[in-house]
């Protein structure tokens, strides 16, 4: 699939039909939180998305997000303290992985590495032969942003 990120009409129709498959509807409001998460660099707070421009209260947002994430539009990546940052769904972007700062919660993604992926196949095959049927993988480094290691006593 073309990037979506520069498609807005397409990832809308995708988008549109993952939500009838759950039997909901592309809102407004939905497209505000969906144009918010494609123009991020990162996965975002709650407090991030709202601080961008989304019209929503707070439970109205957790709601909405909520409702995207069952239609598989929209991930949520916690983190050490069960504090979820959102993107858009691996699908509608590219494959990544993250890097998760387990002291200030900071999420940021990286790009996945070609000998990585070959080990991370392999494990997924070793998952099939045990009698699992994996969808797909994903991979969170968990450790120290480097504003949070330069605090770290030596």
């Known amino acids: 699939m073309a990037d979506p990120r520069g498609d807005i ?6 988008v549109a039909l993952r939500l009838r498959q759950v039997g909901q509807r592309l ?3 939905r497209r505000s939180l969906l144009q918010i998460l494609r123009s991020a660099i990162r996965p975002l707070t709650i407090h991030e998305i709202l601080d961008r421009g989304s019209e929503l209260a707070m439970s109205s947002a957790y709601r909405n997000l909520t409702v995207l994430e069952h239609a598989g539009v929209v ?3 916690i983190t050490k303290e069960d504090f979820g940052r959102y993107e858009l769904a691996e699908e509608l972007t590219e494959h990544h ?3 998760v700062c387990s002291s200030c919660g900071l999420v940021r993604d990286l790009l996945p590495d070609v000998d990585a992926e070959r080990l991370l196949n392999v494990a997924m095959r070793r998952a099939i032969e045990q009698g699992f049927a994996p969808a797909t993988h994903r991979l969170d480094i968990v450790g120290l942003c480097a504003d949070c290691a330069a605090r770290e006593p030596a």
């Open 9 to 14: 009409p397409e990832l809308d129709t995708i």
């Open 27 to 29: 809102t407004p409001r």
């Open 75 to 77: 991930n949520r990546v």
């Open 97 to 99: 992985h993250h890097l």
